[in-house]
Protein backbone atom coordinates (compact mmCIF):
# COMPACT_ATOMS: atom_id res chain seq x y z
CA UNK A 1 0.00 0.00 0.00
CA UNK A 2 1.46 3.17 -1.02
CA UNK A 3 2.20 6.23 1.42
CA UNK A 4 -0.76 8.74 2.01
CA UNK A 5 -2.82 6.39 0.01
CA UNK A 6 -5.77 6.58 2.61
CA UNK A 7 -6.29 10.08 2.24
CA UNK A 8 -9.64 11.35 1.05
CA UNK A 9 -11.39 14.56 1.00
CA UNK A 10 -15.17 14.05 0.34
CA UNK A 11 -17.42 16.48 -0.42
CA UNK A 12 -20.60 17.03 1.85
CA UNK A 13 -23.67 16.86 0.21
CA UNK A 14 -26.41 18.24 2.77
CA UNK A 15 -29.15 16.23 1.26
CA UNK A 16 -27.42 13.11 1.86
CA UNK A 17 -26.96 13.33 5.64
CA UNK A 18 -30.14 13.45 6.58
CA UNK A 19 -30.32 10.85 9.50
CA UNK A 20 -33.30 8.39 9.06
CA UNK A 21 -32.89 6.19 12.33
CA UNK A 22 -33.54 8.57 15.02
CA UNK A 23 -34.92 6.86 17.73
CA UNK A 24 -38.78 8.60 18.50
CA UNK A 25 -38.62 10.82 21.74
CA UNK A 26 -39.70 9.18 24.38
CA UNK A 27 -42.64 10.21 26.56
CA UNK A 28 -42.86 13.30 28.48
CA UNK A 29 -39.83 14.45 27.37
CA UNK A 30 -39.35 18.18 27.60
CA UNK A 31 -37.12 21.07 26.84
CA UNK A 32 -35.41 24.21 28.80
CA UNK A 33 -38.59 26.15 29.25
CA UNK A 34 -41.39 23.91 28.99
CA UNK A 35 -44.00 24.51 31.51
CA UNK A 36 -44.18 20.81 33.78
CA UNK A 37 -47.37 21.94 35.82
CA UNK A 38 -49.00 25.21 36.93
CA UNK A 39 -50.93 23.42 39.54
CA UNK A 40 -49.43 24.62 43.39
CA UNK A 41 -48.17 21.71 45.80
CA UNK A 42 -45.47 20.07 44.10
CA UNK A 43 -42.20 19.86 45.25
CA UNK A 44 -38.86 20.91 42.73
CA UNK A 45 -36.15 19.07 42.01
CA UNK A 46 -33.17 19.18 39.98
CA UNK A 47 -33.85 20.22 36.99
CA UNK A 48 -36.87 22.12 37.76
CA UNK A 49 -37.14 25.65 38.59
CA UNK A 50 -40.83 28.02 39.92
CA UNK A 51 -41.53 30.92 37.63
CA UNK A 52 -42.97 33.80 38.66
CA UNK A 53 -46.31 33.17 38.33
CA UNK A 54 -46.41 29.50 40.47
CA UNK A 55 -45.65 27.23 37.69
CA UNK A 56 -42.86 24.84 37.40
CA UNK A 57 -40.61 24.89 34.36
CA UNK A 58 -37.93 22.44 33.43
CA UNK A 59 -34.58 23.86 33.06
CA UNK A 60 -32.91 21.04 31.06
CA UNK A 61 -33.62 18.67 28.36
CA UNK A 62 -34.88 15.20 29.53
CA UNK A 63 -37.63 13.43 31.06
CA UNK A 64 -39.74 14.44 33.92
CA UNK A 65 -39.98 12.06 36.93
CA UNK A 66 -42.76 12.12 39.79
CA UNK A 67 -42.13 10.19 43.05
CA UNK A 68 -45.30 11.59 44.98
CA UNK A 69 -45.24 15.44 45.52
CA UNK A 70 -41.28 15.24 44.08
CA UNK A 71 -40.78 16.61 40.20
CA UNK A 72 -37.33 16.30 39.02
CA UNK A 73 -36.53 16.26 34.96
CA UNK A 74 -33.36 13.97 34.54
CA UNK A 75 -31.63 15.21 32.48
CA UNK A 76 -30.27 13.81 28.90
CA UNK A 77 -27.24 15.55 28.07
CA UNK A 78 -25.35 18.50 30.01
CA UNK A 79 -22.17 18.91 32.47
CA UNK A 80 -20.96 15.34 35.29
CA UNK A 81 -22.37 16.19 38.36
CA UNK A 82 -20.41 13.18 40.90
CA UNK A 83 -22.34 11.05 43.21
CA UNK A 84 -20.99 8.93 45.89
CA UNK A 85 -19.53 6.11 44.79
CA UNK A 86 -18.90 6.78 41.20
CA UNK A 87 -16.06 5.40 39.80
CA UNK A 88 -14.17 8.00 37.61
CA UNK A 89 -10.53 8.60 35.50
CA UNK A 90 -8.80 11.68 36.09
CA UNK A 91 -5.84 13.47 35.47
CA UNK A 92 -3.82 15.34 38.01
CA UNK A 93 -3.30 19.29 37.43
CA UNK A 94 -2.14 20.61 40.79
CA UNK A 95 0.10 19.50 43.55
CA UNK A 96 -0.93 20.99 46.76
CA UNK A 97 -0.25 21.00 50.44
CA UNK A 98 -1.35 17.44 51.79
CA UNK A 99 -3.86 17.33 48.56
CA UNK A 100 -3.86 16.60 44.53
CA UNK A 101 -6.68 18.79 42.39
CA UNK A 102 -7.92 16.24 39.75
CA UNK A 103 -8.83 17.50 36.43
CA UNK A 104 -12.70 14.60 36.10
CA UNK A 105 -14.67 16.65 33.66
CA UNK A 106 -17.13 18.48 36.25
CA UNK A 107 -17.64 22.10 36.90
CA UNK A 108 -14.73 21.75 40.16
CA UNK A 109 -11.93 20.00 40.09
CA UNK A 110 -12.00 16.97 42.22
CA UNK A 111 -10.01 16.81 45.27
CA UNK A 112 -7.72 13.15 46.38
CA UNK A 113 -6.40 14.09 49.67
CA UNK A 114 -2.52 12.73 50.91
CA UNK A 115 -4.78 10.89 53.53
CA UNK A 116 -7.08 9.33 50.95
CA UNK A 117 -4.66 7.26 49.09
CA UNK A 118 -2.25 4.16 49.93
CA UNK A 119 1.37 4.86 50.30
CA UNK A 120 3.83 3.61 48.00
CA UNK A 121 5.18 1.20 50.50
CA UNK A 122 1.95 -0.37 51.80
CA UNK A 123 2.53 1.20 55.23
CA UNK A 124 -0.35 2.08 57.50
CA UNK A 125 0.51 5.01 59.29
CA UNK A 126 -0.21 8.76 59.95
CA UNK A 127 0.98 10.96 57.19
CA UNK A 128 4.09 12.89 58.17
CA UNK A 129 5.92 16.06 56.90
CA UNK A 130 7.94 14.38 54.68
CA UNK A 131 5.36 12.48 52.82
CA UNK A 132 3.85 16.08 52.11
CA UNK A 133 7.33 17.10 50.46
CA UNK A 134 7.18 13.73 48.94
CA UNK A 135 3.87 14.19 47.43
CA UNK A 136 5.29 14.28 43.70
CA UNK A 137 6.99 11.21 43.95
CA UNK A 138 3.94 9.63 44.26
CA UNK A 139 1.73 11.34 41.57
CA UNK A 140 2.28 14.54 39.84
CA UNK A 141 0.79 17.13 37.47
CA UNK A 142 -0.24 15.03 34.12
CA UNK A 143 -0.61 11.69 35.77
CA UNK A 144 -3.81 9.74 35.12
CA UNK A 145 -5.73 8.13 38.17
CA UNK A 146 -8.58 5.59 38.62
CA UNK A 147 -10.64 6.44 41.85
CA UNK A 148 -13.56 6.67 43.70
CA UNK A 149 -15.90 9.27 45.01
CA UNK A 150 -15.67 9.38 48.59
CA UNK A 151 -18.01 12.30 49.21
CA UNK A 152 -19.78 15.95 48.00
CA UNK A 153 -18.25 18.46 50.03
CA UNK A 154 -20.88 21.95 50.30
CA UNK A 155 -19.86 23.49 47.01
CA UNK A 156 -20.18 20.73 44.90
CA UNK A 157 -16.14 19.88 45.20
CA UNK A 158 -16.49 15.96 44.69
CA UNK A 159 -13.40 14.37 47.09
CA UNK A 160 -11.78 11.30 45.88
CA UNK A 161 -9.85 8.40 47.42
CA UNK A 162 -8.35 5.26 45.91
CA UNK A 163 -7.46 3.22 48.98
CA UNK A 164 -8.07 0.10 47.15
CA UNK A 165 -6.02 -1.67 44.91
CA UNK A 166 -8.27 -1.56 41.91
CA UNK A 167 -7.98 2.49 41.73
CA UNK A 168 -4.64 4.88 42.01
CA UNK A 169 -1.92 5.83 38.98
CA UNK A 170 -2.97 3.94 35.89
CA UNK A 171 -0.25 2.62 33.29
CA UNK A 172 0.41 2.84 29.55
CA UNK A 173 -2.77 3.14 27.42
CA UNK A 174 -4.59 5.49 26.35
CA UNK A 175 -7.92 8.22 26.96
CA UNK A 176 -11.15 8.83 24.82
CA UNK A 177 -13.51 11.60 26.37
CA UNK A 178 -17.13 10.99 25.57
CA UNK A 179 -20.44 12.83 26.98
CA UNK A 180 -20.95 11.63 30.55
CA UNK A 181 -24.63 11.24 30.30
CA UNK A 182 -23.49 8.21 27.71
CA UNK A 183 -22.25 6.53 31.14
CA UNK A 184 -24.92 4.11 33.24
CA UNK A 185 -24.34 3.85 36.55
CA UNK A 186 -23.55 -0.33 37.03
CA UNK A 187 -22.35 -2.74 39.55
CA UNK A 188 -18.70 -2.92 38.17
CA UNK A 189 -16.71 -0.10 35.57
CA UNK A 190 -13.78 -1.54 35.71
CA UNK A 191 -13.59 -4.38 33.21
CA UNK A 192 -11.05 -7.07 32.01
CA UNK A 193 -12.27 -7.75 28.74
CA UNK A 194 -11.65 -10.89 27.39
CA UNK A 195 -10.09 -9.77 24.35
CA UNK A 196 -6.67 -8.80 27.04
CA UNK A 197 -7.96 -5.16 27.40
CA UNK A 198 -9.08 -3.33 30.45
CA UNK A 199 -11.21 -0.36 29.72
CA UNK A 200 -12.08 1.75 32.98
CA UNK A 201 -15.57 3.36 32.07
CA UNK A 202 -15.49 6.41 34.29
CA UNK A 203 -19.06 7.89 35.40
CA UNK A 204 -17.43 11.04 34.41
CA UNK A 205 -16.91 10.68 30.68
CA UNK A 206 -13.50 9.85 30.86
CA UNK A 207 -12.46 6.16 29.59
CA UNK A 208 -9.51 4.84 29.95
CA UNK A 209 -8.72 1.31 27.92
CA UNK A 210 -5.20 0.00 28.57
CA UNK A 211 -3.47 -3.26 28.07
CA UNK A 212 -2.39 -3.77 31.48
CA UNK A 213 -5.00 -5.33 33.90
CA UNK A 214 -7.15 -2.96 35.74
CA UNK A 215 -5.40 -0.67 33.78
CA UNK A 216 -3.14 0.28 36.52
CA UNK A 217 0.68 0.92 36.59
CA UNK A 218 2.09 -2.15 38.22
CA UNK A 219 3.87 -1.79 42.04
CA UNK A 220 1.90 1.20 42.76
CA UNK A 221 -0.77 1.11 45.56
CA UNK A 222 -0.27 -2.51 46.58
CA UNK A 223 -1.69 -4.41 48.91
CA UNK A 224 0.18 -3.74 52.83
CA UNK A 225 1.92 -7.57 52.49
CA UNK A 226 3.05 -7.46 48.82
CA UNK A 227 5.16 -4.53 48.81
CA UNK A 228 9.16 -6.08 47.89
CA UNK A 229 10.72 -2.46 47.66
CA UNK A 230 10.75 -1.92 43.95
CA UNK A 231 9.65 1.30 42.23
CA UNK A 232 8.00 0.11 38.90
CA UNK A 233 9.61 1.17 35.57
CA UNK A 234 7.77 1.92 32.74
CA UNK A 235 10.58 1.28 30.10
CA UNK A 236 10.50 -2.33 31.44
CA UNK A 237 6.86 -2.35 30.48
CA UNK A 238 6.78 -4.27 26.65
CA UNK A 239 3.43 -4.28 25.01
CA UNK A 240 3.07 -6.14 21.48
CA UNK A 241 1.30 -4.88 18.05
CA UNK A 242 -1.62 -7.45 18.58
CA UNK A 243 -2.38 -5.50 22.16
CA UNK A 244 -2.07 -2.03 20.26
CA UNK A 245 -4.45 -3.01 17.10
CA UNK A 246 -6.86 -4.01 20.18
CA UNK A 247 -6.43 -0.62 22.00
CA UNK A 248 -7.14 1.03 18.76
CA UNK A 249 -10.16 -0.95 18.10
CA UNK A 250 -11.92 -0.53 20.90
CA UNK A 251 -10.88 3.21 21.24
CA UNK A 252 -12.86 3.34 17.91
CA UNK A 253 -15.39 0.96 18.93
CA UNK A 254 -16.24 4.16 21.72
CA UNK A 255 -15.74 6.70 19.34
CA UNK A 256 -18.95 4.81 17.70
CA UNK A 257 -21.03 4.28 20.01
CA UNK A 258 -20.48 8.37 21.04
CA UNK A 259 -21.48 9.11 17.97
CA UNK A 260 -24.48 7.20 17.75
CA UNK A 261 -25.57 8.22 21.27
CA UNK A 262 -25.53 5.01 22.68
CA UNK A 263 -24.86 4.09 26.12
CA UNK A 264 -21.86 2.53 26.88
CA UNK A 265 -20.86 -0.51 28.29
CA UNK A 266 -19.04 -3.99 28.82
CA UNK A 267 -22.07 -5.37 27.00
CA UNK A 268 -22.84 -2.85 24.07
CA UNK A 269 -18.96 -2.53 23.65
CA UNK A 270 -18.38 -6.47 22.82
CA UNK A 271 -21.17 -6.01 20.66
CA UNK A 272 -19.68 -3.16 18.65
CA UNK A 273 -16.33 -4.84 18.61
CA UNK A 274 -17.25 -7.77 17.02
CA UNK A 275 -19.30 -5.55 14.49
CA UNK A 276 -16.28 -4.23 13.64
CA UNK A 277 -14.32 -7.03 13.28
CA UNK A 278 -14.98 -6.79 9.38
CA UNK A 279 -13.43 -3.91 8.99
CA UNK A 280 -9.37 -2.78 9.30
CA UNK A 281 -8.93 -0.84 12.40
CA UNK A 282 -7.97 2.27 10.56
CA UNK A 283 -10.99 2.01 8.45
CA UNK A 284 -13.15 2.16 11.25
CA UNK A 285 -12.71 5.94 11.55
CA UNK A 286 -14.79 6.50 8.14
CA UNK A 287 -17.80 7.83 9.18
CA UNK A 288 -19.96 5.49 7.15
CA UNK A 289 -18.01 2.49 9.72
CA UNK A 290 -18.62 4.54 12.87
CA UNK A 291 -22.83 4.56 11.52
CA UNK A 292 -22.92 1.37 10.28
CA UNK A 293 -21.85 0.13 13.66
CA UNK A 294 -23.68 2.29 15.40
CA UNK A 295 -27.08 1.21 13.41
CA UNK A 296 -25.74 -2.39 14.02
CA UNK A 297 -25.21 -2.04 18.30
CA UNK A 298 -28.91 -0.21 18.15
CA UNK A 299 -30.46 -2.92 16.17
CA UNK A 300 -28.83 -5.85 18.64
CA UNK A 301 -29.39 -3.84 21.91
CA UNK A 302 -33.48 -2.85 21.22
CA UNK A 303 -34.37 -6.87 20.44
CA UNK A 304 -32.71 -7.46 23.82
CA UNK A 305 -34.56 -5.57 25.73
CA UNK A 306 -30.99 -3.28 26.74
CA UNK A 307 -33.06 -0.07 25.73
CA UNK A 308 -34.99 0.28 28.38
CA UNK B 1 1.01 25.23 18.27
CA UNK B 2 -1.70 23.93 21.17
CA UNK B 3 0.09 21.69 23.77
CA UNK B 4 -1.91 20.08 25.85
CA UNK B 5 -1.48 17.64 29.59
CA UNK B 6 -0.31 14.51 28.87
CA UNK B 7 1.17 11.85 31.22
CA UNK B 8 4.41 9.57 31.30
CA UNK B 9 2.74 6.87 31.09
CA UNK B 10 0.37 8.22 27.49
CA UNK B 11 3.36 9.41 25.95
CA UNK B 12 5.32 6.60 26.54
CA UNK B 13 2.42 4.86 25.26
CA UNK B 14 2.15 6.82 22.21
CA UNK B 15 5.67 7.23 21.21
CA UNK B 16 6.40 3.38 21.47
CA UNK B 17 3.19 2.60 19.12
CA UNK B 18 4.68 4.99 16.34
CA UNK B 19 8.00 2.76 16.97
CA UNK B 20 5.79 -0.13 16.15
CA UNK B 21 4.04 1.86 13.37
CA UNK B 22 0.37 1.42 15.15
CA UNK B 23 -0.38 4.67 16.01
CA UNK B 24 -3.41 5.17 19.02
CA UNK B 25 -5.93 5.18 16.65
CA UNK B 26 -4.21 2.39 14.73
CA UNK B 27 -3.22 4.51 11.80
CA UNK B 28 0.36 3.40 10.58
CA UNK B 29 2.90 6.77 10.30
CA UNK B 30 1.94 7.38 6.89
CA UNK B 31 -2.12 7.71 7.16
CA UNK B 32 -4.19 10.36 7.30
CA UNK B 33 -7.78 10.77 9.24
CA UNK B 34 -10.61 11.30 7.65
CA UNK B 35 -11.82 14.54 6.02
CA UNK B 36 -14.31 16.53 4.38
CA UNK B 37 -15.00 19.37 2.04
CA UNK B 38 -18.01 21.96 2.54
CA UNK B 39 -18.71 24.49 -0.33
CA UNK B 40 -20.10 28.18 0.28
CA UNK B 41 -19.45 27.91 4.06
CA UNK B 42 -19.69 31.96 3.25
CA UNK B 43 -22.17 33.84 1.13
CA UNK B 44 -20.34 37.29 0.59
CA UNK B 45 -17.26 36.23 -0.79
CA UNK B 46 -15.78 35.39 -4.59
CA UNK B 47 -15.66 31.27 -3.07
CA UNK B 48 -15.46 29.80 -0.10
CA UNK B 49 -14.56 26.31 1.03
CA UNK B 50 -14.97 24.42 4.90
CA UNK B 51 -12.24 22.09 5.35
CA UNK B 52 -12.41 19.34 7.82
CA UNK B 53 -9.57 16.61 9.06
CA UNK B 54 -9.67 14.77 12.02
CA UNK B 55 -10.96 17.42 14.51
CA UNK B 56 -8.99 20.29 12.72
CA UNK B 57 -11.46 22.55 11.10
CA UNK B 58 -11.11 25.70 8.85
CA UNK B 59 -12.94 28.26 6.74
CA UNK B 60 -11.36 29.66 3.87
CA UNK B 61 -12.46 32.80 1.89
CA UNK B 62 -11.78 34.36 -1.12
CA UNK B 63 -12.71 38.22 -2.41
CA UNK B 64 -11.47 39.24 -5.63
CA UNK B 65 -10.70 42.91 -5.86
CA UNK B 66 -9.26 45.50 -8.26
CA UNK B 67 -5.77 46.79 -7.30
CA UNK B 68 -2.19 48.30 -8.41
CA UNK B 69 0.41 45.96 -8.87
CA UNK B 70 3.87 46.22 -6.92
CA UNK B 71 6.27 48.48 -8.42
CA UNK B 72 8.95 45.77 -8.01
CA UNK B 73 6.58 43.77 -10.33
CA UNK B 74 4.58 46.02 -12.47
CA UNK B 75 3.42 42.99 -14.73
CA UNK B 76 1.93 40.09 -11.99
CA UNK B 77 -1.02 40.65 -9.69
CA UNK B 78 -1.04 39.96 -6.05
CA UNK B 79 -2.36 36.82 -3.42
CA UNK B 80 -2.82 38.22 0.08
CA UNK B 81 -3.41 36.08 3.03
CA UNK B 82 -4.32 37.02 6.27
CA UNK B 83 -4.88 33.70 9.05
CA UNK B 84 -7.23 34.22 12.10
CA UNK B 85 -7.01 32.15 14.70
CA UNK B 86 -9.91 32.05 16.86
CA UNK B 87 -9.84 31.85 20.92
CA UNK B 88 -12.52 29.57 20.06
CA UNK B 89 -10.27 26.81 18.31
CA UNK B 90 -7.88 26.62 21.45
CA UNK B 91 -7.28 28.48 24.37
CA UNK B 92 -4.22 29.34 23.46
CA UNK B 93 -5.35 31.48 21.38
CA UNK B 94 -6.67 34.01 23.22
CA UNK B 95 -6.01 37.69 23.56
CA UNK B 96 -3.03 37.76 21.25
CA UNK B 97 -1.79 34.60 21.80
CA UNK B 98 -2.66 32.68 18.44
CA UNK B 99 -0.86 35.98 16.52
CA UNK B 100 2.64 34.42 16.33
CA UNK B 101 1.01 31.08 14.57
CA UNK B 102 -1.00 33.28 11.89
CA UNK B 103 1.91 35.73 10.97
CA UNK B 104 4.36 31.76 10.78
CA UNK B 105 1.14 30.31 8.61
CA UNK B 106 0.91 33.20 6.48
CA UNK B 107 4.37 33.47 6.12
CA UNK B 108 4.81 29.75 4.73
CA UNK B 109 1.64 30.34 2.47
CA UNK B 110 3.02 33.50 0.95
CA UNK B 111 6.68 31.79 0.25
CA UNK B 112 4.27 28.58 -1.48
CA UNK B 113 2.47 31.24 -3.68
CA UNK B 114 4.67 33.69 -4.19
CA UNK B 115 7.97 32.55 -4.31
CA UNK B 116 7.63 28.71 -5.90
CA UNK B 117 7.03 29.79 -8.90
CA UNK B 118 4.32 27.26 -9.41
CA UNK B 119 1.52 29.67 -10.18
CA UNK B 120 1.81 31.99 -13.15
CA UNK B 121 0.94 35.51 -11.18
CA UNK B 122 0.81 36.92 -14.68
CA UNK B 123 -2.46 35.58 -15.47
CA UNK B 124 -3.59 38.31 -12.95
CA UNK B 125 -2.49 41.39 -14.55
CA UNK B 126 -5.12 43.60 -16.60
CA UNK B 127 -3.07 46.47 -17.13
CA UNK B 128 0.95 46.53 -16.52
CA UNK B 129 1.77 49.25 -14.21
CA UNK B 130 -1.70 50.30 -13.83
CA UNK B 131 -4.32 47.53 -12.97
CA UNK B 132 -3.86 44.00 -11.85
CA UNK B 133 -6.42 41.15 -9.94
CA UNK B 134 -5.78 41.31 -6.27
CA UNK B 135 -6.90 38.31 -4.78
CA UNK B 136 -7.78 38.55 -0.49
CA UNK B 137 -7.61 34.91 1.09
CA UNK B 138 -8.65 34.78 4.53
CA UNK B 139 -8.69 31.91 6.56
CA UNK B 140 -10.68 31.41 9.55
CA UNK B 141 -9.21 28.38 12.43
CA UNK B 142 -12.19 27.19 14.16
CA UNK B 143 -10.75 24.00 15.67
CA UNK B 144 -7.02 23.06 16.35
CA UNK B 145 -7.29 19.35 16.42
CA UNK B 146 -3.62 18.58 14.93
CA UNK B 147 -2.26 19.24 11.83
CA UNK B 148 -3.51 23.12 11.14
CA UNK B 149 -1.15 23.83 8.63
CA UNK B 150 -1.68 21.39 6.13
CA UNK B 151 -5.30 21.62 6.35
CA UNK B 152 -5.15 25.26 6.23
CA UNK B 153 -2.85 24.53 2.49
CA UNK B 154 -5.46 22.51 1.34
CA UNK B 155 -8.01 24.24 1.86
CA UNK B 156 -6.15 27.37 0.51
CA UNK B 157 -5.69 25.56 -2.54
CA UNK B 158 -9.10 24.26 -2.82
CA UNK B 159 -10.54 27.89 -2.45
CA UNK B 160 -7.59 29.36 -4.72
CA UNK B 161 -9.09 26.47 -7.73
CA UNK B 162 -12.52 27.48 -7.17
CA UNK B 163 -11.85 31.32 -7.29
CA UNK B 164 -14.00 32.88 -9.94
CA UNK B 165 -12.44 35.65 -11.66
CA UNK B 166 -14.77 37.86 -13.60
CA UNK B 167 -13.73 38.45 -17.44
CA UNK B 168 -12.19 42.04 -18.49
CA UNK B 169 -14.78 43.00 -21.54
CA UNK B 170 -13.09 46.04 -22.66
CA UNK B 171 -11.40 49.79 -20.64
CA UNK B 172 -13.76 52.72 -20.33
CA UNK B 173 -12.01 55.67 -20.94
CA UNK B 174 -12.28 58.23 -17.79
CA UNK B 175 -10.05 61.67 -17.84
CA UNK B 176 -7.94 60.06 -20.56
CA UNK B 177 -7.13 56.69 -18.10
CA UNK B 178 -8.35 53.67 -19.07
CA UNK B 179 -10.25 51.64 -16.55
CA UNK B 180 -10.99 47.88 -16.51
CA UNK B 181 -14.65 47.15 -17.29
CA UNK B 182 -15.85 43.46 -16.02
CA UNK B 183 -18.25 41.62 -17.72
CA UNK B 184 -21.79 41.53 -15.63
CA UNK B 185 -22.23 37.66 -17.18
CA UNK B 186 -22.40 35.59 -14.70
CA UNK B 187 -20.59 32.94 -16.67
CA UNK B 188 -18.02 34.95 -17.87
CA UNK B 189 -14.89 34.03 -15.65
CA UNK B 190 -12.11 32.35 -15.86
CA UNK B 191 -10.64 30.18 -13.21
CA UNK B 192 -7.28 30.51 -11.76
CA UNK B 193 -5.03 27.57 -12.27
CA UNK B 194 -3.59 26.54 -9.09
CA UNK B 195 -2.76 22.50 -10.48
CA UNK B 196 0.55 22.87 -9.69
CA UNK B 197 0.46 25.08 -6.38
CA UNK B 198 1.63 23.36 -3.33
CA UNK B 199 0.22 21.39 -0.24
CA UNK B 200 2.18 21.52 3.12
CA UNK B 201 2.75 18.24 4.54
CA UNK B 202 3.78 18.47 8.16
CA UNK B 203 5.86 15.67 9.63
CA UNK B 204 6.73 15.92 13.64
CA UNK B 205 9.50 13.72 14.87
CA UNK B 206 7.55 11.30 17.19
CA UNK B 207 10.09 9.26 19.02
CA UNK B 208 12.84 8.31 15.94
CA UNK B 209 9.82 8.34 13.42
CA UNK B 210 7.85 10.68 11.38
CA UNK B 211 4.18 11.01 11.03
CA UNK B 212 1.77 12.25 8.63
CA UNK B 213 -0.91 14.20 10.32
CA UNK B 214 -0.73 14.04 14.10
CA UNK B 215 -3.31 14.59 15.94
CA UNK B 216 -3.31 17.20 19.36
CA UNK B 217 -1.83 14.35 21.27
CA UNK B 218 1.24 13.49 18.91
CA UNK B 219 1.98 16.82 18.53
CA UNK B 220 2.16 17.68 21.90
CA UNK B 221 4.96 14.22 22.36
CA UNK B 222 6.60 15.81 19.45
CA UNK B 223 9.87 17.32 19.24
CA UNK B 224 10.13 20.14 16.61
CA UNK B 225 8.16 19.46 13.23
CA UNK B 226 9.14 20.26 9.05
CA UNK B 227 6.94 21.26 7.38
CA UNK B 228 6.95 20.16 3.48
CA UNK B 229 5.65 22.25 0.09
CA UNK B 230 4.74 19.39 -1.94
CA UNK B 231 3.33 19.79 -5.75
CA UNK B 232 1.49 16.96 -7.42
CA UNK B 233 4.60 15.48 -9.31
CA UNK B 234 6.69 15.59 -6.15
CA UNK B 235 8.49 18.16 -6.13
CA UNK B 236 9.25 19.69 -2.83
CA UNK B 237 8.87 23.36 -2.99
CA UNK B 238 9.82 24.70 0.22
CA UNK B 239 11.02 23.58 3.98
CA UNK B 240 10.79 25.19 7.65
CA UNK B 241 11.21 24.34 10.81
CA UNK B 242 8.29 24.84 13.49
CA UNK B 243 9.65 24.28 17.17
CA UNK B 244 12.22 23.14 19.26
CA UNK B 245 14.39 20.68 17.62
CA UNK B 246 17.72 19.80 15.56
CA UNK B 247 17.96 17.20 12.76
CA UNK B 248 20.49 15.47 11.33
CA UNK B 249 21.13 15.06 7.41
CA UNK B 250 19.95 11.85 7.28
CA UNK B 251 16.49 12.29 9.00
CA UNK B 252 15.93 15.19 6.82
CA UNK B 253 16.41 13.57 4.09
CA UNK B 254 14.03 10.94 5.03
CA UNK B 255 12.14 12.82 6.06
CA UNK B 256 11.94 14.75 2.47
CA UNK B 257 11.19 11.40 0.65
CA UNK B 258 8.32 10.51 3.21
CA UNK B 259 6.63 14.06 2.29
CA UNK B 260 7.65 13.96 -1.45
CA UNK B 261 5.27 10.92 -1.67
CA UNK B 262 2.60 11.49 0.80
CA UNK B 263 2.66 15.14 -0.43
CA UNK B 264 2.23 14.06 -4.20
CA UNK B 265 -0.75 11.56 -3.30
CA UNK B 266 -2.18 14.40 -1.35
CA UNK B 267 -1.90 17.15 -4.12
CA UNK B 268 -3.76 14.93 -6.89
CA UNK B 269 -5.98 13.86 -4.51
CA UNK B 270 -7.29 17.81 -4.31
CA UNK B 271 -6.42 18.52 -7.75
CA UNK B 272 -9.84 15.91 -8.53
CA UNK B 273 -11.50 17.99 -5.66
CA UNK B 274 -11.30 20.95 -7.16
CA UNK B 275 -12.74 19.38 -10.59
CA UNK B 276 -15.56 18.11 -9.18
CA UNK B 277 -16.00 21.23 -6.90
CA UNK B 278 -16.05 23.18 -9.94
CA UNK B 279 -18.57 21.52 -11.57
CA UNK B 280 -20.68 21.55 -8.47
CA UNK B 281 -20.34 25.29 -8.55
CA UNK B 282 -21.65 25.53 -11.68
CA UNK B 283 -24.55 23.56 -11.30
CA UNK B 284 -25.73 25.47 -8.24
CA UNK B 285 -27.16 28.68 -8.29
CA UNK B 286 -23.90 31.13 -9.05
CA UNK B 287 -24.57 34.14 -7.34
CA UNK B 288 -20.99 36.72 -7.84
CA UNK B 289 -20.64 39.42 -6.10
CA UNK B 290 -20.22 42.44 -8.50
CA UNK B 291 -16.93 43.85 -8.85
CA UNK B 292 -16.44 47.39 -7.91
CA UNK B 293 -16.00 49.58 -10.46
CA UNK B 294 -13.42 52.16 -9.71
CA UNK B 295 -10.25 51.69 -7.68
Avoid at chain 1, 264 to 287: A, V
Avoid at chain 2, 79 to 94: G, N
Avoid at chain 2, 237 to 257: E, F, H, N, P, W
Amino acid sequence: MSAGSGFDLKIRDGNNEKNTTLPTAPQNFVTPGTIITREPGFMRGHGTYVFKDGSLVASVCGTVERVNKLVTVKGVGGVYNGEVGDVVVGRIVKVMQKRWKVDINAPLEGVLLLSSINLPSGELRRRSAEDELAMREILKEGDMISAEIQSVYNDGTLALHTRSVKYGKLGPGTLIKVPASLIKRRKAHIHNLPIGISVILGNNGYIWISPLANGRMPGTNMEQDETDGQKPVLEEIKITGTDRFAVARIKNCVAALSKAWLPIYDTSLMYSYDCSMKYECKELLKPEALKEIGELVREQMSTEGYMA
Amino acid sequence: MAEILLSEVEKYYLVMGVGQDVRVDGRSRSDYRQGDIDLNAVTNSHGSIRARLGETDVIVATKVDLGTPDPDRPDRGTIKFLVDCSPTASPDFEGRGGDELAEKICRILSIAYDKSGTIDLKNLCITPKKYCYVIDVDILVLQCGGNLIDVISMAVKLCLGICELPRVTGLRYDLGQGVPVFSTDEFEFDYLDVKNSPVVVTLPRVGRYFVVDASLEEESCSKGKLAFGVTPDGCVTSIDKLGRGCYQVKSIQAATAMASTVGANVNNTINMRIDSLRELKLRADPKPLSMPMDI
